[in-house]
């Protein structure tokens, strides 16, 4: 194989950003939502990797944006998955808890996790070494990858070029944002000169990016509501993506239904579930995430529909249990 080399993949909703380590062993960190892996194959074998040649899938955590293309490349290539050990005991347990799928109503098809990792943990590529960081707050077995040979760092969600990953007080706990800043502590011990996120576009100018990110965690610790309204909004409007919008009229008993809202309502705002469906969707509309399209809800970023097999597609880890896969 000729000389390795770091090729980043930028993706519209409902997939997160890939990259891959073209090496001895091809390394693929994170594989995109279920419903774009035939597209997450292509774009590896454009760049000369084959699938089954593919060595080792990675996941920065176990959202379902990030971990969907999993079940696939396991299932059809034999492929190993490595995460941090927290979230790998709850996906080989089938915990409920486990990618946050129930809490979020998303769609996660079944994979374990054969490689559990820890915080100084070295993923060899062949000719580069992938140096595991620790970087809890979006989700607490959150990990960043740092390639010290060309001083690279793939951040996952805890941080992007214009945004922070959402917080789940709920699930990761309300020392979330504490997390998070104890984590960019971390990262800015590295010297790093281009960053990799989870979302949005290349990280030329990190060191700008990462102080501007612990500011905005600074400010959140004084103004916990702007920790709530920020959540509803990325998990609502990921909905709207996955669903491809929703009707007006479905609208209230869908949220009625999902336990992040139902959460947020009570203990983050403290309104009835019932009350909280229309400043949920005024300030969708008034911040720009989302807006009316005839009679359908639709989301404002950029973002690939589902095909439709997945529109309605409801796969939880109580399902886990009944795959074959797993037996």
């Given amino acids: 194989m000729k000389k390795s080399s770091i090729i980043f993949y930028e993706r519209k909703f409902p997939s997160a950003n890939m990259v891959m380590i073209k090496d001895q062993f091809p390394t ?32 920065t955590h176990y959202h379902s944006d ?10 059809n290539y034999g492929v190993q998955v490595a995460a941090h050990k927290w979230e790998a005991d709850l996906i080989n347990t089938c ?21 559990k990792l820890s915080n100084n943990d070295e993923i060899n590529t062949g000719s580069r070494i992938l140096k595991v960081v620790h970087t809890p707050g979006h989700t607490l077995g959150h990990i960043s990858l740092y390639e010290p040979e060309e001083e690279v760092l793939i951040c996952g969600d805890l941080f992007h070029k214009n945004d922070l990953g959402w917080l789940n007080i709920f699930r990761e706990g309300v020392s979330s944002i504490q997390r998070s800043l104890e984590s960019l502590d971390r990262l800015s011990q590295l010297r790093i000169q281009l960053a990799y996120s989870g979302h949005g576009p290349l990280i030329d100018n990190p ?10 965690f600074e400010k959140w610790l004084s103004t916990p509501e702007k920790v709530s309204w920020h959540a509803c909004k990325r998990i609502f409007s990921f909905t709207l993506i996955i669903k491809n919008g ?10 009625l239904e999902c336990g992040w809202f139902q959460d947020f309502a009570r203990y983050s705002f403290q309104l009835r579930p019932e009350e909280f469906i229309q400043p949920l969707i005024d300030e969708m509309i008034r911040s720009g995430a989302a807006s ?33 896969s797993l037996s």
């Fill in 28 to 59: 693929l960190i994170d594989s995109g939502f279920g419903s774009d892996v035939r597209e997450t194959e292509q774009m590896i074998k454009r760049n000369g990797v084959s699938p089954e040649d593919l060595h080792l899938v990675v996941n």
């Fill in 66 to 75: 990030h971990v969907g293309g999993n079940f696939h490349f396991q299932k």
């Fill in 95 to 115: 915990d409920t808890e486990a990618c946050g799928a129930e809490w979020l109503d998303q769609p996660v098809e079944p994979y374990r996790v054969d490689i």
């Fill in 207 to 216: 060191v700008e990016v990462i102080d501007a990110s612990r500011k905005r």
């Fill in 246 to 255: 929703l009707e007006k009229e479905e609208i209230d008993n869908y949220l």
């Fill in 292 to 324: 009316w399209h005839k009679n359908y809800l639709i989301a404002s970023a950029p973002y690939q529909a589902p095909h439709d097999q997945w529109l309605n597609k409801n796969i939880k880890l109580k399902d886990w249990r009944a795959q074959s």
